[in-house]
């Protein structure tokens, strides 16, 4: 399994903006899609948004679509979330994760097909 760090978490007012990393290591980094999600307090884990091992494929939740961009850098073995706009809804904890497969998309938002997790970033957002 790979090891992720998210980072850039933080507290901000309605309509600012936040870029969130994950560092990743212990896996080619390269060869696998990387997803965000989130978790808001008493509610479930849920997609956010990812990216395939190549970059030239993204997915976003309809929550999120035009706010927020993902990004990788198979450099530095970072992903990036860019979120503008930022509502109270989009308050959580947020958490990168690796896919189990290499090269291998499936489906984005299922969260039984990624292996790895980093230990979350919190995001406020106060109206």
């Known amino acids: 399994q790979a090891q992720l760090v998210e980072s850039g978490g933080g507290l901000v007012q309605a309509g600012a903006s936040l870029k969130l990393s994950c560092a990743a290591s212990g896996r080619t980094f390269s060869n696998y899609a990387m997803g965000w999600f989130r978790q808001a307090p008493g509610k479930e884990r849920e997609f956010v948004a990812a990216?395939?091992?190549?970059?030239?494929?993204?997915a976003y939740a309809d929550s999120v679509k035009g706010r927020f961009t993902i990004s990788r850098d198979n450099v530095k073995n970072t992903v990036y979330l860019q979120m503008n706009s930022l509502k109270p809804d989009d308050t959580a904890v947020y958490y990168c994760?690796?896919?189990?497969?290499?090269?291998?998309?499936?489906?984005?938002?299922?969260?039984?097909?990624?292996?790895?997790w980093g230990q979350g970033t919190q995001v406020t957002v106060s109206s």
């Open positions: 990216i395939s091992s190549g970059g030239g494929i993204t």
């Open positions: 994760a690796t896919k189990r497969r290499p090269y291998y998309s499936g489906n984005y938002a299922r969260q039984d097909e990624y292996d790895s």
